[in-house]
């Protein structure tokens, strides 16, 4: 578990903490706790006059269609993302692994989307499927097949699934090219010196093996999902047609920043604060028990 | 390993947390403008915190500029501040901060907010009258600064850039199709005529930007009906969406029908449809007469302007069109001094050469009667005659409790909802009437939201 570092001076660890801590207390705790209070009031943009007005926050949210339905799209929209970036990353992975020559050329092209600023790679796709001058959507039209995202609810879905994934598709490269390069070449050869054919030796060496890489990387591309796909959602789509893409995260942006609705967007922070708990417990509790470390 | 699982549930906690912040986030407060002057002699400075990018920001400063090299008693200091959402964010941050801007500048739909925070804000017309500056309601182009303006004719704040929609037009492709380049179509039974044509010639009919604010409410206005009860939330809180009548269905009908003939096509959000026009694929376009810059610059066609369409049958078609864009809202919490200097910039701004100029470098429109007329004696329309469209078409009626603009509170996000439910018309999934019904609905939620908390 690592060395120990002992202190003779008991003040000082603490004294090393304080920085930190109180950064985390002060952009994060204590925003954390104003949100929790303001989901509790009704209040006008400007703070003239506030009223408590209980749970009204959150019974009429759970009452309005809408946000149930940007529940919805966030859930097929996290669960695409997370599944299209990870397994295009271990595929990406495996063949940069076996590859003799130039792979570190192959690592490197791999990585640089997530050098990408999500509004750039937003901007970007945005431009290459525009309806009207896009490079893809023209051939699109020339193969015979009409898109138009700025009305098609499932074409905008499908693309920013496509665009989110894509700038995760690095992050998660990198973490299962270093578990593959973690496993003994070793234990590779003998099982196919047993006659394990590539596919078995994948499913059943390479993946169990991999499997504390594949749980960290669920939980964190669920949160990458979650939270920060909110550059190319607002780049591409605005989170329309008819709220096709309007995800948890996005709706929160519009009602609390353009809207200044600023009580039912606390509300809405909170849920996603207790959904995100536990949905970690969830997983921490189900999912970690089926991973060997 | 319980401690790999501590550290990431540790981790997802604190980035719920930050996530959870959101709502409660204020940005930094702009350092203070309060200092007192040290000595009597020393300027007044005022900052004026604005959202226009690009050449539009240069303008800004230009102007900013004009002003301090004018008199040596006041300092106008513009900050850029962002969008226009970013911008009002920012003001009211800074405001619940206690330091809040003198002079901001906030768009048409952020109107009613600011109107109904009487304590964060001093109406023009008590500036004007508390610093003793002179100043006449009657110089100003009422369409422009009606929508400013209370029911009974008080100023709140000063429009800056107000522009309105028109239709522009491609005369190559009306050419090709057989048109008369110099007669483009007056009524929307024209256009779908005109599109017949035009779609033979191998162009789709036409587009829109901004349909919300086009094809809903100036249609509203235009068509001389209502865009809400209470002469469109002018006259009070309690306002109820009224854009659900026979006349807005029939239009938004008429829309969604006409793409099968492609003679409409919706060409998205905001005016990410302008591409439409200036690449040839559409041939007329409605969109803000401020718009005019950016097709000249982008479009390799010949194009002019006119009036939106109107349905002919209808009485009181067309009346006048409403502005758009931005105004000026001077916030409260400063000195006397400072308002001195505020009313005096507002003077300086409203000036015919001031007004003349930014009009003519942003195709925005004057704001008062006599920079119009300046503009007119200098011969600016006998060489730019699209520009004079949009005040032709503002001037054309006196404005009425229909048309004087719109007030209604958390207006953006109903615009939003608007897209919304035209995107579901559009793709089929709605007809108009159940399109039109539930944006009233939803919408009128939402006003019953900030009617509650601005009592």
């Known amino acids: ?113 997530y050098a990408v600023a999500p509004v750039v790679s937003g901007v970007m796709w945005m431009f290459l499927f525009n309806p009207t001058v896009g490079i893809v959507s023209y051939f699109l039209e020339q193969a015979g097949y009409q898109w138009n995202h700025t009305l098609n609810g499932s074409q905008a879905l499908l693309l920013v699934i496509v665009a989110a994934s894509w700038k995760q598709i690095s992050y998660n490269f990198l973490f299962f090219l270093a578990g593959l390069q973690n496993i003994p070449e070793s234990l590779l050869e003998s099982a196919a010196m047993d006659g394990a054919r590539p596919f078995t030796r994948f499913w059943k060496i390479i993946f169990p093996l991999l499997s504390p890489t594949t749980f960290f990387l669920v ?75 | 390993m319980k401690r790999f699982a501590l550290i990431v549930g540790l981790v997802l906690i604190t980035a719920a947390l930050v996530f959870a912040s959101g709502g409660g986030e204020q940005p930094a407060p702009a350092p203070s403008t309060q200092e007192a002057p040290t000595a009597a002699s020393a300027p007044v400075t005022i900052q004026w915190w604005h959202a226009m990018g690009g050449r539009l920001g240069e303008k800004v400063q230009a102007i900013a500029k004009g002003f301090n090299e004018s008199q040596s008693n006041y300092i106008v200091e513009p900050v850029y501040k962002g969008n226009y959402a970013e911008t009002m964010t920012s003001g009211i941050a800074a405001f619940r901060a206690g330091n809040p801007p003198h002079i901001i500048q906030i768009y048409e739909v952020g109107t009613a907010t600011m109107m109904a925070a009487e304590k964060a804000i001093v109406p023009v017309y008590k500036l004007m009258e508390q610093t003793g500056e002179p100043f006449d309601p009657n110089d100003y182009i009422p369409t422009v600064t009606g929508y400013y303006t209370t029911a009974d004719g008080k100023m709140l704040s000063l429009p800056f850039n107000s522009s309105t929609p028109v239709l522009y ?58 865009l809400a009860s209470e002469a469109n939330g002018f006259q009070g809180l309690d306002a109820v969406l009224e854009y659900n009548s026979p006349l807005h269905v029939r239009h938004i009908k008429a829309l969604s029908d006409w793409q099968k003939e492609k003679i409409f096509v919706y060409g998205g959000r905001t005016n990410v449809g302008n591409a439409l026009f200036s690449s040839e694929k559409v041939a007329m376009y409605t969109e803000s007469s401020a718009g005019y810059a950016g097709f000249k610059a982008n479009a ?68 008062t009667k006599a920079a119009y007329q300046l503009t007119k004696d200098q011969g ?16 054309l009626n006196p404005p009425n409790e229909n048309t004087r603009g719109v007030r209604l509170g958390n207006f953006p996000q109903i615009r939003e909802i608007n897209y919304d439910e035209l995107e579901a018309i559009f793709d089929g999934q709605k007809t108009a009437k159940q399109g039109l019904d539930s944006a009233v609905s939803r919408g009128n939620a939402l006003l019953r939201e900030f009617e509650k908390a601005n009592k």
């Open chain 2, 300 to 367: 390799k066609f010949e194009f002019g302007t006119s009036m939106l369409p109107y349905w002919p049958d209808v009485k009181g078609a067309p009346q006048n069109t409403i502005i758009g864009g931005a105004s000026l809202w001077v916030m409260a919490g400063h000195t006397d001094a400072e308002y001195k200097a505020v009313a005096r910039f507002f003077s300086y701004l409203s000036s015919p050469e001031v007004q003349a100029d930014w009009h003519q470098f942003s195709g925005y429109l004057p704001i």
């Open chain 1, 1 to 113: 578990m690592g060395t120990r570092v002992i202190f003779k001076n008991k003040a000082l660890p603490y004294l090393l903490l304080v920085p930190q801590i109180s950064i985390v207390l002060i952009f994060f705790i204590w925003p954390g706790i104003e949100a929790v209070v303001l989901s509790f009031f009704r209040e006008d943009a400007f703070g003239l006059s506030r009223e408590f007005v209980g749970l009204y926050n959150f019974t009429t949210l759970f009452a309005d269609p809408v946000y149930l339905h940007s529940f919805i799209v966030t859930i097929v929209f996290s669960f695409w993302v997370m599944l299209l970036a990870m397994t295009l990353a271990l595929y990406l992975a495996i063949m940069a692994d076996r590859a003799i020559r130039g792979s570190e050329f192959y690592t490197t092209m791999i990585i640089w989307p």
């Open chain 2, 169 to 226: 037009f491609n005369k190559d492709a009306f050419r090709k199709a057989g048109l008369d380049p110099n007669k483009p179509p007056k009524t929307w039974p024209e256009v779908a005529d005109y599109s017949r044509k035009l779609v033979a010639a191998g162009y789709s009919g036409f587009s829109t930007a901004w349909i919300s604010w086009i094809q809903l409410e100036n249609f509203s206005a235009w068509h001389n009906v209502p």
């Open chain 2, 380 to 395: 600016f329309y006998d060489k730019n005659p699209d520009l004079e469209t949009a005040l032709k078409q503002m001037t």
């Open chain 1, 219 to 293: 939980v964190m591309n669920v949160m990458y999902a979650f939270f920060q796909t909110f550059g190319i959602i607002h780049q591409v789509t605005r989170g329309g047609p008819n709220q096709a893409t309007n995800t948890l995260v996005y709706k929160v942006y519009s009602d609390g920043f353009v809207g200044l609705n600023l009580g039912s967007s606390s509300a809405q922070s909170v849920v996603l604060m207790a959904l995100v708990i536990v949905l970690t417990v969830i997983q921490f509790r189900f999912l970690e028990r089926r991973v060997e470390y």
